[in-house]
């Protein structure tokens, strides 16, 4: 219990640095007229990124239908579809930025998902990916002892951490449905190349928590930090 309590607040930390990260990329990239958050949930947080950015025209992407219908009552032109199998129901150079915030690694179709961001960004849009980070200490050790990534142990629908009996979740079930399940998790490396893949030149990477030591370092030390978030623009 007492372990289960410290990681989960170092977990906290971690989240909420990563959060300020996606503020300062959004303040030093904006003001964007036009923005789309992709996994914009209940739209609480969109409100958030809406605000900051200083956004005239605020878009989001939900496939959860009950979360999409409370994003869309706080004015969020919402769309529910799946961002990495639909055709996204915008124009293309559309948008000035886009948002993902813990989404990627719930994607099976990541080709599909960089594919549309870059068709509906207008060139020199900016497009701000945060997830885990497979590289992050956590998850080596994990590898080193042969056990599932920590990021990777809510892979089934049946069962919380599934392959990792450290998981903070171990054995716990899961009746949160197939959209919280991780599919894949990233390095700053592997993403920042597959971004260049679509035309999305990475300008900043940012990282946060650094278990088990404060969540600052990871500021300072992104390759193996607890979360990134990487800052790209389409190419003119």
């Known amino acids: 219990m007492i372990l289960t309590s410290f990681f989960g ?3 906290q930390r971690a989240y909420a640095l990563n959060t300020a990260n996606i503020v300062s990329a959004l303040k030093s990239t904006g003001p964007h007229s036009r923005l789309l958050d992709v996994g914009c949930w209940d739209g609480a947080q969109t409100r958030v990124w809406h605000q900051i950015a200083g956004a005239n025209k605020t878009f989001g992407i939900e496939p ?3 979360a999409a219908k409370q994003a869309a009552r706080l004015g969020i032109r919402t769309a529910r579809i799946s961002a990495d199998r639909n055709r996204w129901p915008y124009k293309s150079d559309f ?15 990541l080709d599909h998902f960089l594919s549309e961001a870059s068709r509906v960004l207008k060139p020199g849009g900016i497009l701000i990916t945060s997830t885990n980070n497979l590289s992050s200490w956590h998850n080596i050790f994990a590898l080193i002892l042969g056990w599932a990534p920590f990021d ?3 892979s089934s629908i049946r069962i919380l951490g599934l392959g990792n009996p450290w998981s903070i979740h171990y054995g ?3 009746i949160r449905g197939s959209s919280w399940t991780h599919k894949c998790v990233y390095t700053s490396h592997w993403l ?12 900043k990477i940012m990282g946060a928590g650094y ?3 404060p969540a600052t370092i ?16 389409k190419k003119q």
């Open 172 to 174: 716990k079930s899961d």
């Open 192 to 203: 920042r190349v597959w971004l260049d893949l679509y035309g999305l030149e990475t300008i």
């Open 152 to 154: 990777l142990a809510n």
């Open 211 to 213: 278990y088990p030591l």
């Open 9 to 11: 607040s170092l977990y």
């Open 218 to 233: 990871g500021k300072w030390f992104p390759l193996h930090s607890a979360f990134i978030t990487l800052i790209s623009q």
């Open 95 to 109: 948008f000035d930025c886009i948002v993902s915030n813990q989404v990627i690694e719930h994607l099976s179709h």
């Open 64 to 66: 959860v239908a009950s």
